[in-house]
């Protein structure tokens, strides 16, 4: 008894890392509750795309790994698997919701370590998480099924524990950071360019430090390891698509589908850097947005920018990969300082990430007589405008699918969506899905029986004979070109069905 005693009574709990993960967790669940009880968890439109992906792979009539299709990075869809089975937890979302929580409060803790670690000073990592875990933002975001919060918790770890391999000189960590590397890798496709800046640490690093046989061995064992989460997506879409580009080029990747001829980013690098510069501040805040630039001014003199900085400063590689995608024509970012609206302004939200790292070890530098007052502020500060954007919900993510379900387009989709939950009495329906996801998602029909140009070997067949695959509904868009069911459909087999419904964008047969 004695022995076991003092065996317990040398496990070192960190209470400190113990209370974050506590109020990360508060947080959390507060805030989803909150969203979801105002029906603003779904918003966004991409969220119920990712929820039918995930429920494809074991519902549907071509059910299987290959419905995690090739545009989409497949993680965040897989992670869903253990939950969309459930009819209850798929249409309201949580089966997806649950882990962009769980990956929020992952990703502050981490937060808190690597300021932490980085210091030594828990008043500074305290307030570098909270700077993370009080963004109304993030809060939003969290609620959500969407992809952001757990790239987010993949990024705060491949960093982590790139730092402390570089403060501990032990490997566990830099194969922890490749396997963290992996997972972000295959979440979203942001984390690809932080990755290649994270190897140019580790090279630099291993050069410096080991035998040049050493450094080899080193460097190669990590990329190999890293980048096995890029490399396997791009056999992946070779086995299934014939095109190990399909997430570039394919037919539902290319970037013409959302960028706009017109884009003044396109060829503009001031425009571009305008657009970004308005996301992240919009995101962020003013206040906090200088606190980043301050904080990582700040360490870079008074640390000499030492090697155990680098994976964070490595973060900042984001502004001018945007500005890149922007000036490109490659994604689409609108801001109402720039274009009059919103759309994908949540991209500036990735910067929250060096803001509350090098916020946080701003607040730790700061001498001690001034850690109370500066902290204090800070924490206020946050507290009134988390405050004031979530139980208002200002905040610009909310802000901004809050715009698209007010649109035609969205209300057209809804009012089928009406009919069909009230009509539906069972059958396989035909419809494309890219452009018209909500529809059947709204009217509580799984993809159970849905026949869409994802059903491997079926799709072309039903489209030239709808009776052969007992198709009993058929949904297009009205006199659009781009829908492949009003392009392509027979028009002799569609003489064997009745119009029963139809306004300005859609119409639906039934046989």
Not at 243 to 253: P, R, V
Not at 274 to 298: D, E, H, P
Not at 342 to 368: C, D, E, K, T
Request: aromatic share 14%; proline share 3%.
């Amino acid at each position: 008894m004695k022995k076991r005693t003092q065996k317990i009574s040398r496990i070192k709990i960190d209470w400190m890392t113990a209370s974050v993960i506590i109020a990360a967790s508060m947080l959390s669940i507060a805030a989803f509750l909150w969203y979801f009880r105002h029906g603003l968890t779904l918003n966004y439109f991409d969220t119920i795309s990712h929820l039918e992906i995930a429920r494809r792979v074991i519902d549907g009539p071509t059910k299987g790994l290959a419905q995690l299709g090739a545009v989409w990075l497949p993680f965040p869809h897989l992670l869903m698997l253990p939950l969309i089975w459930s009819n209850v937890l798929y249409f309201n979302g949580i089966a997806a919701s649950f882990f962009s929580m769980l990956a929020y409060i992952i990703a502050g803790t981490l937060i808190y370590k690597i300021v932490f670690q980085l210091s030594g000073n828990k008043t500074g990592a305290v307030a570098g998480a909270l700077i993370f875990l009080l963004n109304p933002n993030i809060l939003y975001m969290q609620s959500t099924p969407m992809t952001e919060l757990l790239l987010f918790a993949c990024m705060t770890g491949m960093v982590y524990e790139t730092q402390r391999w570089i403060q501990t000189d032990r490997y566990q960590h830099l194969i922890y950071a490749a396997i963290a590397s992996v997972l972000a890798t295959l979440s979203r496709y942001e984390s690809w360019v932080l990755l290649l800046a994270l190897s140019v640490v580790v090279i630099c690093r291993v050069f410096m430090h080991y035998s040049f046989k050493k450094a080899e061995g080193t460097a190669l064992a990590f990329f190999y390891l890293a980048f096995l989460g890029i490399g396997s997506w791009m056999i992946w879409c070779g086995m299934i698509f014939g095109n190990i580009l399909e997430w570039q080029n394919g037919d539902y990747a290319k970037s013409t589908l959302w960028v706009s001829a017109n884009d003044p980013d396109i060829g503009n690098w001031l425009i571009s850097a305008k657009t970004y510069y308005y996301a992240v501040v919009n995101n962020l805040s003013l206040a906090i947005v200088l606190v980043m630039f301050l904080g990582a001014l700040v360490m870079i003199i008074a640390r000499k920018c030492t090697p155990s900085l680098w994976p964070a400063l490595c973060l900042f590689v984001m502004i001018p990969f945007f500005i890149y995608a922007l000036e490109s024509g490659q994604r689409p970012l609108y801001v109402e300082q720039i274009n009059g609206s919103l759309y994908n302004v949540r991209f500036g939200l990735l910067m929250i990430i060096p803001a509350a790292v090098f916020g946080g070890l701003l607040v730790s530098w700061i001498p001690h007589k001034w850690w109370y007052i500066s902290t204090s502020a800070i924490l206020a500060g946050l507290i009134l405008l988390s405050f004031i954007q979530t139980f208002t919900l200002s905040a610009i993510t909310v802000q901004e699918p809050s715009s698209w379900q007010e649109s035609y387009l969205n209300k057209s989709q809804l009012q089928v969506a009406e009919y069909m939950k009230h009509h539906y009495h069972g059958g396989f329906i035909l419809s494309q899905s890219f452009g018209n996801e909500q529809i059947l998602f709204k009217a509580l029909i799984p993809p159970t029986h849905n026949i869409y140009e994802g059903s491997y070997k079926i799709w072309q067949s039903a489209l030239k004979n709808p009776m052969k695959h007992h198709v009993e509904w058929i949904l297009m868009r009205r006199n659009d070109r781009t829908d492949q069911v009003y392009r392509s459909i027979n028009r002799n087999a569609l003489s064997k069905y009745r119009s029963v419904y139809q306004n300005s964008v859609y119409e639906l047969f039934e046989r």
